[in-house]
């Protein structure tokens, strides 16, 4: 995925004075040489034509910093000076304060520094700040209002390119009519890999065009839904009311994400071995920590049991009008879930440890029992459908 480098950058320099080509220094703290940018294509209108230094007031340094190559050959993307950015008015405090309370953050619109690139060893590199110094040179060329828009198109292309090598999507060898044959756990873990892919493709794709006036059609582009496009397309020509284009939002995604979607919630009566890793995860919400963060042992307890409990509903669910899993799906399931439910353990072991009080270190302990338990259910399930 991307590389958010803003926060780990001290200064730097894009120059965009040859026509066709940018490019820039920019150092990073606790990093004595810079990367070296080399890239083809063009800033768009405030930035095509020039010489822009900045500077960051406050650098802070950013894990894995070091594995940035030094040579950031590549592609262009979206430069700029002028995108606009929501930036809260308050200060960190005040706003994990509002943020926890759940009330409305007030914010303002600036123009931010947006700095992207297509590395040919890092893939992409992001700058999106408000924060930093600017100094911009006059112009050295003119880039017309047409020439913005071709950029605007090649740089959509290269996300639309680099979004498809993050997804990795396969092309079926056989016919669409022989493709409904029932898949083994191994093609039904590639798939669910894929899936997981495109979860995180398409977060990385909302954070870039949230705020843009054509955001679905572009999120739709980049992202290869095409089905969607059309819809869009299709909507804006025939004025269709709203909830024609959700429907025709909805089914363009199930057909780009077909037969992935797991997480639906048990209706009637579920299984005995989900229902037992629901009241697991309730037990655990009820024993840590409400407000830890991600990465402290209590909400890794919790999102990993979350985790087993909801996708065992969607494998083992077997009432939901007639629906009946593959043998492959479920196992590549019940195999996920064993790594969740190892990891739960891991998280629920490390908070016995620190837990000094004897009752809530037995409560932990019988905790831990029953995810036990759990898991010598899912290892038995798993091997009566093998």
């Not at 292309?157 to 009519?177: C, H, K, L, W, Y």
């Not at 006036?213 to 025939?238: C, H, I, P, R, T």
Request: glycine content about 6%; aromatic content about 8%; overall charge negative.
């Amino acid at each position: 995925m991307a590389w958010m480098i803003e926060d780990a950058v001290a200064h730097g320099e894009i120059d965009n004075t040859v026509e066709g080509h940018t490019t820039g220094r920019i150092w990073l703290i606790d990093r004595d040489e810079p990367l070296i940018l080399s890239l083809n294509g063009d800033c768009w209108r405030d930035l095509a034509g020039t010489r822009l230094q900045f500077e960051n007031p406050a650098p802070t340094a950013l894990p894995d910093m070091d594995s940035l190559d030094i040579d950031q050959l590549g592609i262009i993307g979206d430069m700029t000076a002028s995108r606009r950015k929501r930036v809260p008015t308050v200060d960190e405090a005040e706003f994990n304060e509002l943020y926890e309370s759940e009330q409305d953050i007030p914010f303002e619109w600036r123009n931010a520094l947006y700095l992207e690139w297509f590395g040919e060893v890092n893939g992409r590199v992001v700058i999106d700040t408000a924060d930093f110094i600017l100094t911009i040179s006059p112009h050295e060329w003119e880039m017309d209002e047409d020439a913005e828009n071709a950029q605007k198109l090649a740089n959509l292309n290269a996300m639309r390119d680099f979004m498809a090598q993050v997804i990795g999507r396969r092309e079926s060898e056989e016919p669409a009519t022989k493709v409904a044959k029932e898949l083994d756990e191994y093609a039904w873990e590639e798939r669910l890999k894929e899936s997981d892919r495109l979860s995180e493709a398409y977060q990385e794709v909302l954070e870039k065009y949230m705020e843009d006036a054509d955001s679905e059609q572009k999120e739709a582009f980049v992202m290869g839904w095409d089905g969607l496009l059309d819809a869009l397309a299709d909507q804006d020509e025939a004025d269709e009311d709203e909830d024609d284009f959700e429907t025709a939002e909805r089914l363009a995604y199930e057909d780009e994400d077909e037969d992935e979607d797991d997480d639906f919630s048990s209706q009637g009566d579920g299984h005995p071995l989900q229902a037992k890793a629901q009241e697991l995860a309730m037990r655990a919400m009820d024993l840590v920590e409400r407000d830890a963060g991600p990465g402290t042992p209590s909400y890794e307890l919790v999102n990993h049991l979350l985790q087993v409990s909801g996708k065992l509903a969607g494998a083992l669910y077997g009432g939901r009008g007639g629906y009946e899993p593959e043998t492959g799906f479920v196992l590549a399931i019940l195999k996920r879930c064993l790594n969740w439910l190892n990891e739960a353990v891991g998280a629920c072991q490390l908070l016995i440890k620190l837990e000094r009080d004897p009752e809530r270190r037995i409560a932990l302990e019988q905790l831990r029992s029953s995810a036990f338990e759990i898991r010598n259910g899912i290892v038995e399930m798993r091997r009566e459908l093998k």
